[in-house]
């Protein structure tokens, strides 16, 4: 499936994701945060039609998918709560 997103939109998506995943600090509510996302992105006077929303929120999953994969983010495996990886210091 392809993702439709104008490019400075999924840029800022990637910004506004990165900027909010800095403040968690334990276990999180996956959609809470995809909503969390999608109203900074309202705060920030993005416009966002009910069929671009539609395709923002799996988005944002993706990129919450991709840290796991770097390992920055641990997901559940029903993929409802994520939380910061323990980083060394």
């Known amino acids: 499936m392809s ?3 104008p490019e400075d939109l999924r840029k800022l998506v990637e910004e506004v994701t ?6 968690i600090r334990g276990k999180t509510e996956t959609l ?3 909503d969390s996302v999608i109203e900074e992105l309202r705060k ?3 416009n966002l039609s009910d069929d671009l929303e539609t395709m923002v929120r799996p988005y944002v ?3 919450l998918w991709s840290l796991r994969k770097k390992g920055i983010i641990t997901m559940d495996d029903d993929l409802l709560h994520f939380s910061p990886a323990r980083q060394g210091s």
């Open 3 to 5: 993702i439709n997103i």
């Open 18 to 23: 990165m900027n909010k995943l800095s403040s």
């Open 32 to 34: 809470g945060f995809v």
């Open 44 to 46: 920030r006077g993005i």
């Open 61 to 63: 999953v993706d990129i």
